[in-house]
């Protein structure tokens, strides 16, 4: 079994940043592909943000992209997202995964049905 354990949510103004963290433990391998989904209150989880196990590719959905930017540390086992330019749509409790990176096509990262181990969140507050 995989554990994913994420922290660095918190309170923010508009305009300003955060850096989340993801760490894996137990059963891991480097292989994995690694994402960050969010959750905002009265609405689905979405898809944020993907990487590849060795980091040749990254994905972003479209409200994020150019503020956002994921990167890992496969020594740490851990992923990280990188929240620049937050807004208050950004409010959402944001969640980790992870999965083999076995599968080809850009839903192996996007669709959140690809990924078996989840995070338990963490709270992402921006104000205005």
């Known amino acids: 079994q995989v554990q994913l354990a994420a922290s660095g949510g918190g309170l923010v103004q508009a305009g300003g940043s955060l850096r989340l963290s993801c760490a894996a433990s137990?059963?891991?391998?480097?292989?994995?592909?690694m994402g960050w989904f969010r959750q905002a209150p009265g609405k689905e989880r979405e898809f944020v943000a993907a990487i590849t196990w060795n980091a040749d590719n990254t994905y972003y959905a479209g409200p994020v992209k150019g503020r956002f930017t994921i990167s890992r540390d496969n020594a740490k086992n851990t992923v990280y997202l990188q929240m620049n330019s937050l807004k208050p749509e950004d409010t959402a409790v944001y969640y980790c995964?992870?999965?083999?990176?076995?599968?080809?096509?850009?839903?192996?990262?996007?669709?959140?049905?690809?990924?078996?181990?989840w995070g338990q969140g963490t709270q992402v507050t921006v104000s205005s």
């Open positions: 995964a992870a999965d083999l990176d076995d599968c080809s096509g850009n839903t192996c990262y996007t669709r959140e049905y690809n990924y078996n181990y």
């Open positions: 137990g059963r891991t391998s480097s292989s994995y592909r």
